[in-house]
């Protein structure tokens, strides 16, 4: 018991050191768990072993990742996806298994060897991507949605790859080994195994709309949330257990579930309960990968590694490349969906165990490939930073130089308006209703062909560039609101109107606190923070429905503003010096506080 806690000590102190570094060096967590394995595994600090205990342990947490993917996709919405599952995932794994195979093939190694490293080797990695992609909030985006359309079907591939894989055996099995990964069924005719696996999937399908629901029902109605949690766990072990008795994927019954019980009235108490522990054993399983690095192979191979990991992440990267071309992802997004899958994944060392203790491959095969995955899998976040701020960053500004701004037509605006998002659109639109004449410069080129589409007089072109405002008529507007949500490059224009057109009044839109400190340093008149005027509506109507006055309500919102303004403006003024502006800021709030509850003791009371 005492080695039990002290292995669980040195994985928790590990984490809780190495994760907030890399967080705060823009690294992402999971680069961060991963060099906490590496530094206290055994080929480093040998503070814990190489864990394969662990790492069985630590798999669970896909699992439950998995599980709560599909808690997140109704079944309707899976459907929809149909065609980047079975389109960018068969030919993800068809064309990585093509490329990486016939380099292994011409590096000596025979055919059917050949074959079954690309198949280990078109495996990415389901846990680091998917992780990775959530925290930086690109999930939802194109790239986001067909990474995990091919990391689905990889799961789903894994189930005929482990069938392949003994077909291809070259050499005998060692002798009295047994096959941990063979179902119970294993021995049972194709037809007979066949039926069973129809029966258990069919059997989820069933028991997750018919029979799971009344159970958390009456569980529900105990008001116990600790057994709401353990039936939870208890349906996600279960159903794990009952996919690797039929030879299936855990991770693909658990999906599964989730999907079922995806417009279930419970799920979002299912996912309260089980994301804990995803991330725990998530975090777990990343230390485990980390601590599989074997330094000392590595660095008396280091040749051999290092063109193994580059080989790759290109040979991927290539094939992602053409597939997502191929399937009309714009640039951008191709780019992030190729630096996102370039990598080995997990399901590659359940693979490549497999296929050495089946006799596909040797030990001399399975060592190097072993590290070359891990190490590939330690890359990804490395990859996914580098095109955040080298790759996505150039693009960006190639594709606002591959079309020139656009050419002026003779129109004397009162008011220009320098981009035309969320923001500054009301602005356009009120103003437009009311017969006044507006110029909008927006560097979003698909949007401005938009705008002109609805009647907005509207152009192409960088804001910030005084030849661009003078085109649009700065000379002889009145008003321009700048609304660019760039903080550096709204005060780059705010500088430059300044500078050049000084005699234009100045709307300005603040993105926060800080933003519109510097616009008040620079002496804009007009600041409004794009969030304020909606959370005092919507401070309003709560009131309202508390059973306050309306009269009182809106009353309390305008103290509010004046007192907020008031504040704002006197902060600014201390705001290099932290102490005062602490004091300051803090005088203001009881000020505030004090204003209020005059206001409201005045006033009439709310209603029951």
């Known amino acids: 018991m005492s080695n039990l806690f002290l292995q669980a000590f040195v994985y928790l102190l590990a984490a809780v050191v190495s994760v907030p570094i890399a967080k705060r060096l823009g690294l992402g967590s999971v680069l961060g768990y991963l060099v906490a394995g590496a530094a206290i595994g055994p080929f480093a600090l040998k503070l814990v072993g190489r864990g394969e205990e662990v790492m069985q342990f630590a798999e669970f947490g896909v699992v439950m990742m998995l599980f709560l993917i599909g808690l997140e996709l ?7 996806m149909r065609q980047a599952l079975f389109g960018l995932g068969i030919g993800q794994v068809l064309g990585t298994t093509l490329v990486v195979g016939s380099v292994a093939f011409l590096a000596g190694l025979s055919w059917q060897m050949s074959l079954a490293v690309g198949l280990m080797l078109s495996m990415s990695s ?6 990775s992609l959530r925290e930086k909030g690109l999930m939802k985006t194109p790239a986001g949605e067909s990474c995990f359309s091919v990391l689905l079907f990889q799961d789903i591939a894994v189930i005929p790859i482990l069938v392949i894989l003994p077909l291809l055996a ?12 063979a179902s119970a069924i294993a021995s049972l005719l194709p037809w007979q195994r066949g039926l069973i696996v129809v029966a258990a999937v069919g059997g989820i399908v069933f028991g997750g709309r018919y029979l799971v629901r009344p159970m958390f029902r009456y569980i529900a109605a105990t008001r116990l949330r600790e057994i709401f949690t353990a039936f939870a766990l208890l349906l996600v072990i279960g159903i794990a257990q009952l996919m690797q008795l039929v030879g299936l994927s855990a991770a693909l019954g658990t999906f599964l579930a989730g999907v079922v019980l995806a417009d279930s009235e419970y799920r979002h108490q299912l996912e309260a309960d089980v994301e804990p522990f995803k991330g725990l054993l998530l975090g777990l399983f990343f230390i485990s990968v980390g601590a599989r690095i074997d330094f000392a ?3 008396g191979h280091g040749g051999t590694i290092v063109a193994l990991v580059a080989g790759l992440l290109m040979a991927k990267f290539a094939v992602l490349m053409l597939l997502g071309r191929f399937f009309k992802l714009v640039p951008s997004q191709n780019f992030l969906f190729a630096f996102a899958l370039a990598q080995g994944g997990e399901f590659a060392f359940v693979l490549l165990s497999f296929s050495s203790q089946q006799g596909v491959i040797t030990p001399g095969v399975e060592t190097p490939l072993l590290a070359a995955v891990a190490l590939s899998m330690a890359a990804t976040p490395l990859l996914l930073l580098f095109n955040e701020r080298v790759v996505q960053p150039r693009f960006v500004l190639g594709k606002q130089s591959a079309r020139p701004a656009d050419d002026f037509t003779e129109y004397r ?3 220009v308006i320098a981009g035309f998002g969320r923001f500054g659109h009301v602005v356009g639109r009120i103003l437009r209703a009311n017969t006044v004449h507006t110029t909008v410069l927006d560097h979003d080129a698909d949007w401005v062909d938009t705008l002109r589409r609805f009647g907005m007089h509207s ?18 507007a009145r008003v321009i609101v700048v609304a660019i949500d760039d903080v550096e490059q709204s005060l780059q224009l705010v500088e430059t109107i300044q500078r050049e057109f000084p005699h234009l009044e100045i709307f300005a839109r603040a993105v926060d606190r800080i933003h519109a400190y510097e616009l008040m340093k620079r002496g804009v008149p007009h600041i409004y923070r ?16 508390l059973g306050f006055q309306r009269e009182q309500a809106e009353r309390t919102a305008k103290i509010f503003r004046e007192h907020d303004e008031k504040s704002m403006r006197e902060t600014q003024a201390v705001r290099d010096d932290d102490a005062n502006y602490i004091s300051t800021a803090r005088q203001h709030i009881e000020n505030l506080e004090k204003a209020l509850m005059e206001d409201l003791e005045s006033g009439p009371k709310p209603g029951p």
């Open 170 to 181: 070259t050499l005998a099995p060692t002798a009295g080994s047994e096959n941990p990964h």
């Open 297 to 299: 192979f590595i660095a």
């Open 74 to 80: 109704q079944p309707s919405k899976l459907w929809k």
């Open 530 to 545: 794009e969030t304020l005027g909606s959370s005092l509506d919507m401070s309003v109507e709560v009131m309202m429905a």
């Open 413 to 415: 605006s009162e008011v």
């Open 459 to 476: 152009y192409y072109g960088d804001a910030t560039r005084e030849d661009m405002l003078r085109k649009a008529g700065a000379e002889g």
């Open 126 to 131: 389901t846990a680091i991507v998917l992780q």
